[in-house]
Structure formats: C-alpha cells, structure tokens
C-alpha cells in the first residue's frame, strides 16, 4: 500500500523533471553548437579591443568606483524583497493575523535597513 502511494506521488514530479531536463539540455546543445560551427580566426585585429571602429588609445583597465555597486546591491537587495511581499499581499484576506505580524516584520527590517544604508551614505550619487 506504501508503495503505490509513493509511486503516485512521484508521477505528479514528471512534469517538472521534464522541464529541468529540457531546460538543462538547451543551453548545453547551444554551447556545443556554436563551439562547432563558429568560425576560429585568430588574429591581431580579433585579440585587439573595439571602440567603435575607432583606433583603441591607452590601457583597456579602467577603475570604477565602489559607491556605484553600493548602490546597485542596495537596490537589487530591496528590489527583490518587495517582490516577496507580493504574493503576501494578493492572499492577503485568508492568511490572518499571524502572517500579518510576520510581514509587519518583514518590512520593518527592511525600514530599518533603507536607514542603515541611508545613514551609511550607500544612497548617495556624489
């Protein structure tokens, strides 16, 4: 009886083992593919750097500074945890009031992470 009852759960996974295969096998088949067919010209002009057309002057190395990928983790990092709050909000009338107090939490670190970062002068341009 176990046993039926395990294997039937295990065919409610074929479609997701199907679409990790395929999703897995795709992006391989392209690397291959075009590691096969691209043509190999190596040269001067392939290994030099392109601007434009535009003959390439000085060193390709060129320092960015820290305060711009502040900035973009920052913004990814609560970019991503509003996403979250979003499938909280559509159910929101059938969750009660525990989930409630646990969102309420949520966002209240992430209050007190945007004045961190504020304070911190992550959000900063200058």
Known sequence: ???SASMFLL????IFWAFLIISSVIPILAFLISGVLAPISEGPEKLS?????????????LQFRIRYYMFALVFVVFDVETVFLYPWAMSFDVLG?????EALI???ILIVGSV???RKGALEWS
């Open 1 to 3: 009886m176990f046993r």
């Open 11 to 14: 065919h409610e996974y074929d």
């Open 49 to 61: 750097s392109y601007e434009s057309g535009i003959e390439p002057m000085g060193d390709a190395w």
């Open 97 to 101: 009031l525990s989930v409630f107090i």
């Open 106 to 108: 949520f966002v209240l």
């Open 116 to 118: 961190y970062a504020w």
